[in-house]
């Protein structure tokens, strides 16, 4: 088959369609699907990931610093500096080597991550149906989808019942359009195509099966998506982060140019000068910063994947970390998420086994969305020795979030009439009910007789009732049933489920309140219901706000009322991503936990999009990271975890910033008042590569527990001033070295540059120990690696000058033992005096 032939595909029939895909209504063979699959590729929007693990390699060769060195090294072969270019080149590749090879790991560990909660779908093949990754789809597959359904590629109804698509994303449309069998015209544009049925869209209500046309990128969401490419959205963390390189990389060039023209103007040596600069601006650059990012995120998802959270968007953990109000759904976080059917009463409030009867016959024939409440009515009916085997199904008309209401048509065995079946929200099943009783016996529905009715829901749901309405109705026996019928019913009686909350609630709420995160309930049921769970768990309920209120509330009167609000009760699905919006506008990271289909605008909208595994896939796609368990002790983990990823993000930031500025002002000084280079330029790379190693075991250190107590976010002027506050005391102790060496050794350069390399090491590996920790730093215990490491290049600093080979290669000579003791000794001060100086500077901050 071709694609090329199925460029007007809406207007054909269903049999044409099908033959020119060659596929029938029983779908592919699976060895059709394989082949069709090698063929069109996998069904995605980006290319295939056939070259991925040479992706980080590319990204490593692609930086301006391994670039730097390039340069530097093939001017070192210009002019016949044959050791120079050698060492230049096996430094750039273990730099370049190191940092590819932990992104290379971290990547592929994410990706076996994000595959575990790939978006899964139900696909014919060999005439059964299967599950199989969307991914895998391919032109003439036949799948079905129902309501919460993320349409996974192109396609056109064979059969629909009811079925309302949101595809707004594509046509700008608000609300979800009707979806229905039979050619569209063959000039219909997108929004007019009523057959067809669009990847990335999602089904909102009703039951479909469709034949997949087009995949991945050749679908209209494809193409849309190609000439839209683009970076993603900063986030506030990615925004500082930039910001920050900008700021050092100006203040690097200004400086390298400044000793480049000073050194030159005063007579220096042309090519060790260029050399020297080109090693100056990459011993001065954070070039570690984006593996150390990769590497830090990359763990805290492993980590976290290890406590139940699975993180499908690598860089939200910094803002998980950084979330200070979790809005989310009582069922299931709050409560058991285990519907029990506790009692069915009919409109008088007297235990009716008929209730129980027509509410397990509409569970039980019911083939939407799945739910609780109809498993927990399956299991009751069951339980009662129910059974459907001689009732017969004759329509159904299917839930959707504007009628609140679902229908079934069955014809019971003792009953020569059908039977209208429908349950759902209390108030709306009220709404098409004229009568109540049942279907023999039964009397107006009139003002009282509704007064009545609101006052036993009103009691039971203040009990913590999850309370449904059920009504019935005689109808005629004829093919074809829809929402016109739901009209002059008889209501019937109730439906009391019971979801008891969680026994460790809470404590969970208390952990998170402790760690800063404050929680808000959002949810669709009756106030009533709302401030009986949270004050069992322990939330204040003084301030509710519905969503009757917020109908007629402004943004400003929102932003204000929000902060303060506890519970949002009898919220409609539009009016989520409103409250979410609100609480941003006065400075919150929100985090939004939903499952549902109604859910996603709002997880797209939060700083912290939170699904779980057995969500709509809708949800699950919107949200930056997919919850295992449906629990906030999980949760909380998660926020532990993110935290540690965003302390240790920062601990690097902190660690780089200091040594860079430090050495950038004593290297431009020395350069421009000795009468010869301070350091080589392989020194210059050796050292910057040595202390590279520890510092690579930052993503893996362990965290002070100050740093999970509370949120923290992005603080680009403590960053600064950090920056200048310890690159000054670097720079001083520099100064120190250096007078020591002029003046009281009147060192020749090669001793005053091996000198001068001993005391920079080791006061870069002795702030990594010092700046990793608020508290003194010999009361934190760093991580294996990073310790190890520290000790290991300490160790090798020391020792280097007295190896041959390397002395030789990198021009170094052996100190005296009375100088090297005199440069440990000048260390040692500089971590007292760091040590001293941090203290007083995160007493300002805090």
Same mark, same amino acid.
């Given at each position: 088959?071709?694609?090329?032939?199925?460029?007007?595909?809406?207007?054909?029939?269903?049999?044409?369609?099908?033959?020119?895909?060659?596929?029938?209504?029983?779908?592919?063979?699976?060895?059709?699907?394989?082949?069709?699959?090698?063929?069109?590729?996998?069904?995605?929007?980006?290319?295939?990931?056939?070259?991925?693990?040479?992706?980080?390699?590319?990204?490593?060769?692609?930086?301006?610093?391994?670039?730097?060195?390039?340069?530097?090294?093939?001017?070192?072969?210009?002019?016949?500096?044959?050791?120079?270019?050698?060492?230049?080149?096996?430094?750039?590749?273990?730099?370049?080597?190191?940092?590819?090879?932990?992104?290379?790991?971290?990547?592929?560990?994410?990706?076996?991550?994000?595959?575990?909660?790939?978006?899964?779908?139900?696909?014919?093949?060999?005439?059964?149906?299967?599950?199989?990754?969307?991914?895998?789809?391919?032109?003439?597959?036949?799948?079905?989808?129902?309501?919460?359904?993320?349409?996974?590629?192109?396609?056109?109804?064979?059969?629909?019942?009811?079925?309302?698509?949101?595809?707004?994303?594509?046509?700008?449309?608000?609300?979800?359009?009707?979806?229905?069998?039979?050619?569209?015209?063959?000039?219909?544009?997108?929004?007019?195509?009523?057959?067809?049925?669009?990847?990335?869209?999602?089904?909102?209500?009703?039951?479909?099966?469709?034949?997949?046309?087009?995949?991945?990128?050749?679908? $209209?969401?494809?193409?849309?998506?190609?000439?839209?490419?683009?970076?993603?959205?900063?986030?506030?963390?990615?925004?500082?982060?930039?910001?920050?390189?900008?700021?050092?990389?100006?203040?690097?060039?200004?400086?390298?140019?400044?000793?480049?023209?000073?050194?030159?103007?005063?007579?220096?040596?042309?090519?060790?000068?260029?050399?020297?600069?080109?090693?100056?601006?990459?011993?001065?650059?954070?070039?570690?910063?984006?593996?150390?990012?990769?590497?830090?995120?990359?763990?805290?998802?492993?980590?976290?994947?290890?406590?139940?959270?699975?993180?499908?968007?690598? #860089?939200?953990?910094?803002?998980?970390?950084?979330?200070?109000?979790?809005?989310? #759904?009582?069922?299931?976080?709050?409560?058991?998420?285990?519907?029990?059917?506790?009692?069915?009463?009919?409109?008088?409030?007297?235990?009716?086994?008929?209730?129980?009867?027509?509410?397990?016959?509409?569970?039980?024939?019911?083939?939407?969305?799945?739910?609780?409440?109809?498993?927990?009515?399956?299991?009751?009916?069951?339980?009662?020795?129910?059974?459907?085997?001689?009732?017969?199904?004759?329509?159904?008309?299917?839930? #959707?979030?504007?009628?609140?209401?679902?229908?079934?048509?069955?014809?019971?065995?003792?009953?020569?009439?059908?039977?209208?079946?429908?349950?759902?929200?209390?108030?709306?099943?009220?709404?098409?009910?004229?009568?109540?009783?049942?279907?023999?016996?039964?009397?107006?529905?009139?003002?009282?007789?509704?007064?009545?009715?609101?006052?036993?829901?009103?009691?039971?749901?203040?009990?913590?009732?999850?309370?449904?309405?059920?009504?019935?109705?005689?109808?005629?026996?004829?093919?074809?049933?829809?929402?016109?019928?739901?009209?002059?019913?008889? @209501?019937?009686?109730?439906?009391?489920?019971?979801?008891?909350?969680?026994?460790?609630?809470?404590?969970?709420?208390?952990?998170?309140?402790?760690?800063?995160?404050?929680?808000?309930?959002?949810?669709?049921?009756?106030?009533?219901?709302?401030?009986?769970?949270?004050?069992?768990?322990?939330?204040?309920?003084?301030?509710?706000?519905?969503?009757?209120?917020?109908?007629?509330?402004?943004?400003?009167?929102?932003?204000?009322?929000?902060?303060?609000?506890?519970?949002?009760?009898?919220?409609?699905?539009?009016?989520?991503?409103?409250?979410?919006?609100?609480?941003?506008?006065?400075?919150?990271?929100?985090?939004?936990?939903?499952?549902? &289909?109604?859910? $996603?605008?709002?997880?797209?909208?939060?700083?912290?999009?939170?699904?779980?595994?057995?969500?709509?896939?809708?949800?699950?796609?919107?949200?930056?990271?997919?919850?295992?368990?449906?629990?906030?002790?999980?949760?909380?983990?998660?926020?532990?975890?993110?935290?540690?990823?965003?302390?240790?993000?920062?601990?690097?930031?902190?660690?780089?910033?200091?040594?860079?500025?430090?050495?950038?002002?004593?290297?431009?000084?020395?350069?421009?008042?000795?009468?010869?280079?301070?350091?080589?330029?392989?020194?210059?790379?050796?050292?910057?590569?040595?202390?590279?190693?520890?510092?690579?075991?930052?993503?893996?250190?362990? &965290?002070?527990?100050?740093?999970?107590?509370?949120?923290?976010?992005?603080?680009?002027?403590?960053?600064?001033? @950090?920056?200048?506050?310890?690159?000054?005391?670097?720079?001083?102790?520099?100064?120190?070295?250096?007078?020591?060496?002029?003046?009281?050794?009147?060192?020749?350069?090669?001793?005053?540059?091996?000198?001068?390399?001993?005391?920079?090491?080791?006061?870069?590996?002795?702030?990594?120990?010092?700046?990793?920790?608020?508290?003194?730093?010999?009361?934190?215990?760093?991580?294996?690696?990073?310790?190890?490491?520290?000790?290991?290049?300490?160790?090798?600093?020391?020792?280097?000058?007295?190896?041959?080979?390397?002395?030789?290669?990198?021009? @170094?000579?052996?100190?005296?033992?009375?100088?090297?003791?005199?440069?440990?000794?000048?260390?040692?001060?500089?971590?007292?005096?760091?040590?001293?100086?941090?203290?007083?500077?995160?007493?300002?901050?805090?």
């Amino acid at each position: 088959m071709s694609t090329e032939s199925t460029e007007a595909y809406w207007a054909w029939t269903r049999d044409e369609l099908l033959a020119r895909l060659e596929s029938s209504s029983a779908g592919l063979s699976q060895t059709e699907a394989r082949a069709r699959l090698a063929r069109f590729g996998p069904n995605t929007l980006k290319a295939g990931d056939r070259y991925a693990a040479w992706r980080p390699l590319v990204r490593q060769l692609r930086s301006p610093l391994i670039l730097i060195l390039v340069f530097a090294s093939a001017i070192a072969l210009v002019v016949h500096d044959w050791t120079d270019a050698v060492i230049i080149l096996l430094i750039m590749t273990a730099s370049g080597g190191l940092s590819f090879l932990q992104e290379f790991h971290a990547s592929r560990a994410i990706e076996r991550l994000r595959a575990s909660v790939a978006i899964r779908c139900d696909v014919l093949r060999d005439g059964l149906k299967t599950r199989c990754p969307a991914s895998e789809l391919v032109p003439g597959d036949v799948v079905r989808l129902a309501a919460g359904s993320l349409i996974p590629a192109d396609a056109v109804l064979l059969e629909a019942r009811d079925v309302f698509a949101a595809q707004a994303v594509l046509t700008g449309e608000t609300f979800p359009v009707e979806k229905t069998v039979g050619a569209s015209a063959p000039g219909a544009t997108l929004a007019h195509r009523h057959n067809c049925l669009f990847m990335g869209t999602s089904i909102r209500s009703g039951t479909a099966t469709a034949v997949v046309v087009y995949t991945g990128r050749t679908t $209209a969401y494809g193409r849309i998506a190609d000439r839209l490419a683009g970076p993603d959205e900063e986030t506030e963390f990615e925004r500082g982060l930039r910001r920050f390189g900008l700021l050092l990389m100006r203040m690097m060039l200004l400086v390298v140019l400044v000793v480049l023209s000073v050194n030159l103007l005063l007579g220096r040596p042309t090519v060790d000068t260029l050399l020297f600069a080109m090693a100056l601006a990459v011993g001065l650059s954070p070039e570690l910063l984006p593996a150390i990012l990769t590497l830090t995120l990359a763990r805290g998802a492993q980590n976290m994947a290890r406590r139940g959270v699975i993180v499908r968007r690598l #860089d939200a953990i910094e803002n998980l970390g950084s979330m200070d109000v979790l809005c989310t #759904d009582k069922t299931g976080t709050l409560t058991e998420a285990r519907m029990t059917l506790e009692d069915t009463p009919d409109a008088r409030g007297v235990r009716s086994p008929a209730v129980l009867a027509a509410a397990f016959a509409n569970a039980a024939f019911q083939t939407g969305l799945g739910n609780p409440l109809d498993e927990a009515l399956v299991a009751a009916g069951e339980a009662a020795g129910l059974s459907t085997d001689r009732t017969v199904k004759l329509d159904e008309i299917p839930y #959707d979030f504007l009628r609140k209401r679902l229908t079934v048509v069955v014809r019971f065995p003792d009953q020569p009439q059908p039977c209208l079946i429908t349950k759902g929200a209390l108030r709306s099943v009220l709404e098409v009910c004229s009568r109540y009783g049942d279907l023999v016996d039964n009397f107006v529905l009139d003002a009282p007789a509704r007064a009545d009715i609101e006052a036993r829901f009103a009691t039971w749901s203040a009990q913590g009732y999850r309370v449904l309405g059920l009504a019935l109705g005689g109808v005629d026996t004829r093919p074809r049933y829809d929402r016109d019928d739901e009209q002059a019913l008889i @209501f019937a009686g109730f439906l009391l489920f019971r979801d008891p909350p969680r026994a460790d609630a809470g404590e969970t709420l208390a952990a998170l309140a402790t760690a800063g995160v404050a929680i808000k309930i959002i949810s669709g049921d009756n106030e009533l219901i709302c401030r009986h769970i949270a004050a069992a768990v322990g939330l204040a309920t003084t301030q509710v706000l519905t969503g009757a209120e917020l109908v007629d509330m402004r943004d400003e009167a929102l932003w204000q009322r929000a902060v303060d609000t506890t519970v949002f009760a009898e919220i409609e699905p539009n009016q989520k991503e409103r409250i979410i919006r609100a609480l941003q506008r006065t400075g919150h990271v929100v985090g939004y936990l939903g499952d549902g &289909i109604n859910d $996603a605008p709002a997880l797209h909208a939060a700083d912290v999009g939170l699904s779980v595994d057995g969500a709509a896939d809708v949800a699950r796609e919107s949200a930056d990271f997919v919850l295992l368990t449906h629990d906030l002790a999980v949760l909380r983990a998660g926020i532990d975890e993110g935290r540690r990823t965003f302390a240790n993000t920062i601990k690097y930031i902190f660690i780089t910033t200091s040594a860079n500025l430090g050495n950038m002002m004593s290297l431009a000084l020395a350069s421009l008042l000795l009468p010869f280079l301070p350091m080589l330029a392989t020194q210059i790379l050796l050292n910057n590569l040595l202390s590279s190693v520890p510092a690579l075991g930052i993503a893996g250190d362990s &965290i002070d527990a100050e740093w999970g107590d509370r949120p923290h976010r992005w603080n680009l002027s403590m960053i600064r001033y @950090f920056m200048i506050t310890f690159g000054l005391v670097s720079s001083a102790f520099d100064l120190m070295t250096f007078g020591l060496l002029l003046w009281l050794y009147h060192a020749a350069p090669s001793l005053f540059r091996t000198g001068w390399f001993v005391e920079s090491l080791l006061t870069q590996v002795s702030i990594l120990l010092i700046v990793r920790t608020r508290r003194p730093f010999y009361r934190s215990r760093p991580g294996r690696f990073l310790l190890a490491s520290c000790i290991a290049v300490f160790a090798l600093t020391l020792v280097l000058p007295y190896i041959p080979p390397v002395a030789t290669a990198f021009s @170094f000579v052996g100190p005296p033992p009375h100088l090297l003791a005199a440069l440990l000794g000048i260390s040692a001060s500089y971590v007292l005096v760091s040590e001293a100086t941090k203290r007083r500077f995160f007493r300002r901050f805090d």
